[in-house]
């Protein structure tokens, strides 16, 4: 594919609903990562997917939050019951598979998706 | 815990060298030094890694110190387009496959005519 793309680019919603946000990865990468970025504020890790391991899902700040990548691909990111402090710009990537001993493979990022939750 | 020190802002006027500073002093020895950068509005994109020696490519340059307690990424002749957040990461390699990457604040380049 061209690049990571990600959907939709923004997302309004309102306190205590529940949001889905949904990433397609470059084909033929198997990792995929989800972070998310706070106005004016690094990049905090979420979750990572590899391959059919057992994701790392320790950067996921609440049970509020879960993903899941089909076959290998698509990923989707649920939030339930939103709150205000979710609010952020959620940003996924995707990259080839990291060998043990290797550097971190190249991460690609998409575009975002912009979460409001008033 | 992003192991790593950046200046919060700089400077460069366009055309000139933009060198950005990272401090990385608890880095062990089978752990890289990456950098992105973050366009506003975009994600983050790859510049450039290393481990030990200097490394250069299309988009910029990178200077690792002997005791790789320190790094210097420079991007030769600065454009406008440079302007963007950079981020010095430490890769928390152990030998593990976990690919994750630790974002600090990162320096916001600002490139002006």
């Known amino acids: 594919g061209a690049g990571v793309s990600q959907s939709p680019s923004n997302k309004v919603t309102e306190k205590g609903k529940d949001v889905e946000l949904r990433c397609d990865p470059i084909s033929g990468h198997t990792a995929l990562y989800w972070y998310r970025q706070s106005l004016g504020q690094g990049l905090e890790f979420l979750i990572y997917f590899q391959g059919n391991s057992a994701p790392d899902k320790s950067g996921l700040p609440s049970d509020r939050f879960s993903a899941e990548r089909t076959g290998g691909s698509v990923s989707t990111l649920t939030i339930q019951r939103t709150q205000q402090e979710d609010s952020a710009v959620y940003l996924c990537a995707s990259s080839l598979p990291k060998l043990a001993g290797g550097p971190p493979e190249t991460q690609y990022f998409g575009p975002g998706t912009r979460l409001l939750v008033l | 815990d992003a192991k790593t020190t950046q200046p919060t802002s700089m400077d460069c006027a366009e055309g000139r060298a933009a060198n950005l500073p990272c401090n990385h002093s608890t880095i062990s020895g089978n752990e890289y030094v990456y950098w992105y950068r973050q366009i506003h509005s975009q994600g983050p994109q790859y510049i450039i890694h290393?481990?030990?020696n200097n490394e250069t490519n299309e988009m910029a340059s990178l200077i690792i110190t002997e005791d790789r307690k320190s790094s210097t990424l420079i991007l030769p002749h600065a454009t406008l387009r440079d302007t963007a957040v950079y981020y010095c990461i430490v890769s928390l390699d152990r030998g593990s496959t976990l690919g994750r990457l630790y974002f600090g604040r990162g320096t916001q380049l600002t490139v002006w005519p």
């Open positions: 290393g481990l030990k």
